[in-house]
């Protein structure tokens, strides 16, 4: 792994690593979404995201069928609290370190505050790097 490249932030960001394997599924965009997309966990991470081109989908893992089109394998770190929407830079605090390291993610955004997706074989690193950059993260 590099060396973490220093980045400027407004502030150490809190980040609590979710349990459980993740899967990103892609339906093409005028997808009925299927029943099984809809059960998830109460509390469970699950996303659904519509454009022009594509429905994608965040969901656990197990809930997911194998003959869907599907990356698997990831994991989710939720930045904690509540991110005001004046605040700049927030994101990008976390992912630079990250593209520094050379770790893909998927980021999911809602109200409140962001997911940072990385892929499992991958989390160790993206927890050490993001340590490095001067953020607290917490695993189960």
Known sequence: MPPPVSHPQARALTLLVQPGELA???LP???????????????ALWSMTRTDDE???????????????????WRALRIAGTID???????????????????SIFAVSTFDTDYIL???RALAD???TLRAAGH???TP
């Open 55 to 73: 429905v994608s989908l965040v969901r656990g893992a197990e809930a997911v069928p194998s003959d869907a089109r599907a990356e698997r394998g």
């Open 85 to 103: 929407f004046a605040l700049t830079g927030v994101l990008a605090s976390v992912l630079a370190p990250l593209g520094d390291a050379a770790i």
């Open 24 to 26: 990103v599924v892609r």
């Open 136 to 138: 607290d993260v917490q």
């Open 29 to 43: 965009p005028d997808a009925h979404v299927p029943p099984w997309a809809f059960t998830a966990a109460p509390g």
């Open 118 to 120: 990385v892929r499992e």
């Open 126 to 128: 993206a927890i050490d």
